[in-house]
């Protein structure tokens, strides 16, 4: 079983509409869980982080943390197409010297007009 | 968030040559992070670099292979040596810790022939 889960996709979504990513985890110590946005040939770009259960949102992102489902999701809404990259879950895993952050293989999203 | 520049931003390299990554950060940190990106891809962490110590590196990389230097809180260098094939990837540095985030320079693009 891979550390971190994603769907690769391709997730299409029409532009207004919601885009819901999901991702699971393995390490049921991990804390710290975080949405990265790649638009293609760029670096990753932290876009929320998330270290409770429940949710968080930040302008229309919205990150839902559930630990004991070991879940997380980013909730996009009023999508619009430069919303469309790939979006990488990265969760905290290990302990101590050991600790890393270990990213999904990411779900590409595609805002249609 | 920190500033993190990368050069070479690309390059193209003959089998068995080595290049070296540098990567600077415009702020003090103590922290810094290689990780590769292959072709379609997530991200996988090669080593962790800490100032005045040896890099810690993730399994299946090796100080032979990938060795890092950090003379300074501000920069490092990842030189891929012998390379390979297989080497041709995205090289990334971050900056950040494993339980805060991190935040990624813009990557060298390397293709070996």
């Known amino acids: 079983q891979k550390e971190v889960e994603q769907n690769s996709g391709p997730l299409s979504v029409p532009e207004g509409a919601i885009a819901s990513l999901n991702c699971t985890y393995s390490d049921r110590g991990s804390q710290s869980f975080f949405w990265y946005r790649q638009y293609s040939g760029k670096s990753p770009e932290l876009i929320m982080f998330?270290?409770?259960?429940g949710d968080k949102e930040d302008g229309r992102f919205t990150a839902q943390l559930n630990k004991a489902s070991q879940y997380v999701s980013l909730l996009i809404r009023d999508s619009q197409p430069s919303d469309s990259a790939t979006y990488l879950c990265?969760?905290?895993?290990?302990?101590?010297?050991?600790?890393?952050?270990?990213f999904g293989t990411g779900t590409r999203l595609q805002v249609t007009l | 968030s920190a500033v993190i520049s990368q050069k070479p931003s690309r390059d193209i390299c003959q089998r068995g040559t080595s290049l070296t990554i540098q990567c600077q950060v415009d702020s003090q940190v103590t922290m810094m992070f290689w990780y590769r990106q292959q072709p379609g891809q997530s991200l996988t962490l090669i080593a962790t670099?800490?100032?005045?110590?040896?890099?810690?590196?993730e399994s299946g990389f090796v100080i032979d292979k990938f060795p890092i230097s950090r003379p300074n809180l501000t920069f490092s260098t990842l030189t891929v040596s012998n390379m390979s094939p297989e080497d041709s990837s995205i090289y990334l540095c971050?900056?950040?810790?494993?339980?805060?985030?991190?935040?990624f320079g813009p990557g060298t693009r390397l293709t070996v022939t």
């Open positions: 998330i270290y409770s259960n």
């Open positions: 971050s900056v950040g810790g494993s339980s805060v985030g991190q935040y």
């Open positions: 670099a800490n100032q005045g110590s040896e890099a810690t590196y």
């Open positions: 990265a969760v905290n895993t290990g302990t101590g010297t050991a600790s890393k952050l270990t």
